[in-house]
């Protein structure tokens, strides 16, 4: 079975602290994708990262950096020096593939960020 | 066409009522996806397609629900004798089958009362 957890419901840091999101997954396949969404109050989902099994290099992409290890199954995700604008909902996703096709997302349960002025 | 439509965007419906969604794809996306988001929960897979083709459905699609896609464009979710429990933002998204890399739209929020 596949499974993500994220097990940090909510966090709050005030703005220009550097904040950690943590998630966890579980599959058996050896092929698989992993993403971070950001999630506004508004309500559409954001794409950020897409990640494939095959790859562990870290990645920054400006404020954000993600720490892929696969020894400990996790996919972690930094925001340094936050903002304001950085508050969400953040999830984690895991796509398998499975009889030669890719299928669907699986989430998280999501981890809510404020950042306080 | 720069990223997935959904309309409505809010429906508020009495329960016992039936209700329809409609998802706009991007259009060289052949997958399409639609979730189920409950307050304070992640998306939850109801079903995709493949061109026209329902290739799957979890099993929280209940004999209520039904999703179709007709000529393999837009799609439509619509749920039959809606629940109180059907309350939910419903996301579609969509993909091509050979690119793992997921559109969502901004979603339909239900509110059954």
């Known amino acids: 079975a596949q499974k993500v957890t994220q097990a940090q419901t909510e966090i709050s840091v005030v703005e220009k602290e550097d904040v950690t999101l943590d998630c966890v997954y579980e599959t058996r396949d050896t092929t698989y994708y992993l993403f971070w969404y950001k999630q506004p109050p508004s309500g559409e989902l954001v794409f950020l990262i897409r990640?494939?099994?095959?790859?562990?290099q870290n990645e920054i992409s400006g404020r954000y950096s993600w720490n892929f290890q696969k020894s400990t199954s996790s996919f972690n995700f930094t925001i340094t020096a936050s903002q304001v604008v950085d508050s969400a909902v953040y999830f984690c996703?895991?796509?398998?593939?499975?009889?030669?096709?890719?299928?669907?997302?699986?989430f998280g349960t999501g981890t809510l960020l404020a950042v306080q002025p | 066409d720069t990223g997935v439509s959904q309309d409505p965007r809010h429906k508020i419906t009495k329960r016992g009522q039936n209700v329809t969604f409609r998802c706009d794809p991007i259009?060289?996306?052949?997958?399409l996806y639609w979730y189920r988001q409950t307050l304070g929960q992640g998306p939850e897979f109801l079903t995709y397609f493949q061109n026209e083709a329902q290739l799957e459905k979890s099993r929280l699609l209940s004999d209520r629900f039904s999703a179709e896609r007709p000529k393999g464009s837009f799609s439509t979710l619509e749920i039959q004798r809606t629940e109180q429990g059907d309350s939910a933002m419903y996301l579609c998204?969509?993909?091509?089958?050979?690119?793992?890399?997921?559109?969502f739209g901004s979603g339909t929020r239900l509110t059954v009362v």
């Open positions: 996703a895991l796509s398998v593939k499975y009889g030669g096709a890719t299928n669907n997302l699986i």
């Open positions: 259009s060289e996306h052949n997958r």
């Open positions: 990640r494939n099994s095959f790859d562990e």
């Open positions: 998204a969509s993909s091509q089958a050979t690119i793992r890399f997921y559109t």
